[in-house]
């Protein structure tokens, strides 16, 4: 009797112990041929995500659908190739990859920190554009592997030099994925600086709940969001911000992403920055989305003021990954962030980080189905 008891016992014991796990391969040579790597983290209820060391890109989140099929539900390739391709470098689509030192635009691609002006790299006048023309997503991050309890981690580190880009200071970077049981992709954010400058990190997924059967305009989508910033004709913050209320950029409460997409004030599609509520630093919840035929639900939280919400308007089906082709709205990016242009408005929440300091940033992706 005992020992059959001890047996069962053992066996429950055994049954509860998480058998998370994540894996690395080789991914391709970088173009100053280094090698990359893809790392597989997989949790308990099939949920796996793929991250390469090259840009900190996510390449795959792979979630079973509500009859328990796993599918891709973001934007990317199986090859390192397709990334550094001078076609996607010139483009710049920035599927899943991590974004800095100062993601969105700064107007004129300059700012002053003390009466010193700095000039950022960019391809054109009116703004620098996601941390200048070789921002970190086209670097190769120092990777390293946690597995423990219930969720494993890829801690990926960089060391951004001074004045890389423009950017003054040396700035030691360090970005931390972790999956979890609750089905969760946590992104961590820290940062150190020996001289004063700007930072403003994000991630650039771009989500679709029905994995490319169709594009993103049936996603249902609340954003908590009274407020969003104001901008010129070439997206640069006016430094006014405006209520949505009654306009087409009110996610308040639930619409799907294309009910009033034509209506909005640029035409093209969503491309805006959101004043999300209740920020003190904190994590909270920003947005939800929901796709119905596949049952598939994406709630994001984050410590961020802002979030832009893009609906892939410019891509145009120059890319693909298989037979699935990455056309004008076929992914939503939730881009959390400080807000655009935060460097020259003094006004906005600020992105100024000192020698001492630490940016510390966090912003989760739960999926449930």
């Not at 003390?114 to 790299?121: A, H, K, L, Q, S």
């Not at 999300?276 to 639900?297: C, F, M, P, W």
């Amino acid at each position: 009797w005992f020992s059959d008891r001890l047996f069962i016992v053992l066996a429950a014991e055994f049954i509860k112990q998480s058998f998370m796990k994540i894996q690395k391969k080789i991914f391709g040579l970088t173009r100053h041929n280094n090698k990359a790597y893809l790392f597989t983290l997989s949790n308990d209820n099939g949920m796996t995500v793929k991250i390469t060391n090259y840009g900190g890109i996510i390449t795959g989140i792979f979630i079973p659908d509500k009859n328990g099929k796993a599918e891709n539900v973001v934007l990317g390739f199986d090859r390192l190739d397709d990334y550094v391709s001078e076609k996607y470098i010139d483009d710049g689509p920035y599927f899943g990859a991590i974004i800095g030192r100062v993601t969105n635009r700064i107007a004129g691609g300059r700012f002053t920190i003390d009466g010193t002006e700095y000039r950022i790299r960019s391809k054109n006048q009116l703004y620098s554009h996601h941390g200048g023309i070789e921002g970190f997503d086209k670097k190769l991050w120092e990777a390293e592997t946690k597995s423990g309890g219930h969720e494993v981690s890829l801690v990926l580190r960089y060391l951004s030099r001074d004045m890389e880009e423009g950017y003054p200071g040396n700035l030691t970077v360090t970005v931390t994925y972790t999956l979890n049981n609750d089905n969760a992709l946590i992104i961590d954010y820290a940062a150190r600086t020996d001289k004063k400058t700007h930072v403003n990190l994000t991630n650039h997924a771009y989500f679709n709940l029905t994995a490319c059967r169709e594009d993103v305009l049936n996603h249902g989508l609340i954003i908590h969001a009274d407020q969003y910033t104001e901008t010129d004709e070439n997206f640069i913050p006016t430094g006014k911000l405006l209520p949505v209320k009654g306009t087409p950029l009110d996610f308040t409460e639930k619409h799907l992403i294309g009910e009033r997409i034509r209506l909005q004030k640029h035409g093209n599609g969503y491309d805006h920055n959101y004043v999300l509520n209740d920020y003190h630093g904190q994590i909270r919840k920003a947005a939800e989305v929901t796709e119905a035929a596949s049952g598939r639900k994406l709630e994001v939280y984050t410590t961020e003021p802002g979030m832009q919400l893009y609906t892939g308007n410019y891509l145009d089906g120059t890319f693909r990954n298989r037979d699935i082709i990455f056309s004008k709205r076929m992914g939503v990016c939730f881009e959390a962030q400080h807000f655009p242009d935060s460097p020259n408005h003094p006004g906005f929440p600020s992105t100024l980080l000192a020698p001492g300091e630490t940016f510390h940033s966090e912003t989760v992706f739960r999926f449930s189905w």
